[in-house]
């Protein structure tokens, strides 16, 4: 922001043009101020809509029911992109039903309202969550309760060198009504430590089951020059020489509707405003199937670093994502294409676009990552 002519750092909390929020700002302040026609805030009111890992289910699943309800079998047949889950405690009957289904599989526990990692854990054993009921004063009879989620955890995930990965989307939504989307071309996968295995002694080795950075910098022998990261182009590459360019590129076509679908599942729950702009980090994982699963969506995706290459795409995504907000004024409107955002959704449905050669998206292409490497 320092860098862009003209612009000017303030401390004031009210007299601003833009302000690039913390969701506690947007928690605290958001009802106390009347935002003028040149301001813009950089999160919806209730953007946890689809950021709480509980709500975002939630909301996923009323949108499958209304599709149903609505005689449309097809779309809602595409809502397949999450693994079985359940809000805990208030859906655990269903989940012990569930649970005792399928015997074999593994389950992942997480809290719903916290990030890197953090409070996760596996099991496959009914015990175990007795153990964890006793930790957490989880009935929900009790105001300090804190709700978490289980989900059926994806035994069979792509790996790359024996590891398991999953992706970091960036989606930039401008306006919830009408939904207007910009899907950014460049990403990154993240990479677990150490290799994959469904060997239940390893259901306790974060370093094999969880990818998040804050998580994996702190194994042993963690190398800060390499990091754990490989560019979404980078990572295209390799899994088109593996599965061919015609499954890869339905794989990422697959990954572009996920986006949308997410975004289109609480579009009417979000509180409206067009002072307001929303930068999310989707989190997606691939199974050997080349099938995509949508894991948890962030408001805050982080924009530290863990090296040059990080650090060069995190700033030039920021910098793209005020040129879509446009405080300038440069633009006129009518743009499909702003740095390495693309508009995918507006007031008309999907927006389509050529892509080179016969490639259904340009998400994760080569086109965009040279004009980044620039």
């Excluded at 302000?19 to 101020?33: I, K, L, S, T």
Aim: proline content about 3%; some cysteine.
């Amino acid at each position: 922001m320092r860098n862009r002519p003209g612009w000017q750092e303030t401390e004031d909390e009210i007299d601003w043009d833009i302000h690039w929020a913390d969701v506690g700002w947007v928690r605290d302040m958001y009802d106390q101020v009347q935002l003028d026609d040149v301001q813009r805030l950089s999160h919806f009111k209730n953007h946890y809509e689809l950021t709480r890992k509980d709500l975002m289910v939630k909301n996923l699943k009323r949108m499958r029911r209304q599709l149903q309800r609505s005689g449309n079998a097809e779309e809602a047949a595409a809502y397949n992109f999450w693994t079985e889950t359940f809000i805990l405690p208030n859906e655990y009957s269903m989940f012990i039903e569930e649970f005792r289904r399928w015997p074999d599989s593994m389950w992942i526990m997480k809290p719903t309202n916290r990030a890197q990692g953090r409070g996760i854990f596996l099991f496959n054993k009914l015990s175990q969550i007795s153990d964890w009921k006793k930790d957490h004063n989880w009935r929900p009879d009790q105001p300090q309760a804190e709700s978490y989620i289980a989900q059926r955890y994806i035994m069979n995930p792509c790996t790359v060198g024996g590891k398991k990965f999953d992706l970091r989307l960036y989606v930039l939504v401008t306006s919830f009504s009408p939904l207007a989307v910009w899907l950014y071309g460049a990403g990154f996968a993240r990479f677990s430590g150490q290799r994959y295995t469904q060997e239940r002694g390893s259901m306790g080795n974060v370093y094999v089951h969880l990818t998040n950075v804050a998580i994996q910098k702190k194994a042993e022998g963690y190398d800060r020059g390499v990091g754990c990261k490989l560019a979404l182009h980078a990572l295209k590459l390799l899994l088109t020489a593996r599965h061919g360019a015609a499954a890869v590129d339905e794989l990422f076509h697959d990954m572009e509707c996920l986006v949308v679908r997410a975004l289109l599942s609480v579009q009417a729950a979000i509180v409206q405003d067009r002072h307001c702009f929303e930068l999310y980090g989707l989190d997606v994982v691939v199974d050997d199937a080349l099938k995509p699963w949508l894991i948890e969506a962030n408001a805050s995706p982080s924009l530290s670093a863990e090296h040059a290459t990080d650090a060069a795409l995190k700033r030039q995504l920021v910098s793209d994502a005020l040129d879509v907000v446009d405080m300038e004024g440069a633009r006129d409107g009518t743009e499909l294409e702003v740095g390495g955002f693309r508009l995918i959704w507006d007031s008309n449905g999907p927006v389509e676009q050529p892509v080179a050669g016969s490639f259904r998206t340009w998400l994760g292409s080569q086109h965009v990552a040279k004009a980044h490497s620039r």
